[in-house]
């Protein structure tokens, strides 16, 4: 997603097999509920937030347990989304102090999750 990263293709992040998804919804969750989708209950639901956008990827196995990205399961990961950066602590919703280049990245995964996974709901503020 930026020069230390991989460039999905084509360039609009389309994946080559448009899934078929729900109309987005807007449920309130808490983060505290967020939490809960991590992908290691009994359910494996894995639901991974950007810019407090709730997307369920359960779908996909890199984000439950044992998975490349199952840090990013159950949180806001924003800030580790836009970073390119794997860390837990940078598993969080705030955003706002970073690069322009770094919110660049971080809005082309927003449209990379919008092409793939459903919208489940909104952080609560
Ligand atoms: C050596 C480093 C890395 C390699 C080789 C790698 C490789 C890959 C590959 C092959 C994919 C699948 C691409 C696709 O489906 O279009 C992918 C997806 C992804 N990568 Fe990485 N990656 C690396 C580092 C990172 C880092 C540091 C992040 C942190 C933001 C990251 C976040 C993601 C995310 C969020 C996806 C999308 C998974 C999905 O939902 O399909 N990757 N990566």
Redo the contacts with the bound molecule.
């Keep these: 997603?930026s020069e230390t990263?991989?460039e999905?293709e084509p360039k609009n992040f389309a994946p080559k097999d448009p899934p078929k998804l729900d109309p987005p919804r807007d449920d309130p969750i808490s983060l505290e509920e967020l939490a809960r989708y991590d992908g290691t209950g009994p359910e494996k639901r894995a639901y991974v937030a950007i810019k407090g956008t709730v997307f369920d990827?359960s779908g996909?196995d890199?984000?439950l347990p044992g998975g490349?990205?199952h840090v990013?399961a159950g949180k806001d990961a924003s800030r580790?989304?836009a970073?390119?950066?794997?860390k837990p602590e940078d598993c969080r919703a705030e955003y706002d102090d970073l690069g322009d280049k770094e919110k660049t990245v971080l809005n082309e995964?927003m449209t990379?999750?919008s092409k793939?996974?459903n919208i489940v709901g909104k952080v609560q503020k």
């Design positions: 997603m990263h991989h999905p990827v996909k890199a984000y490349g990205y990013f580790a989304l970073q390119s950066s794997l995964w990379f999750f793939r996974y």
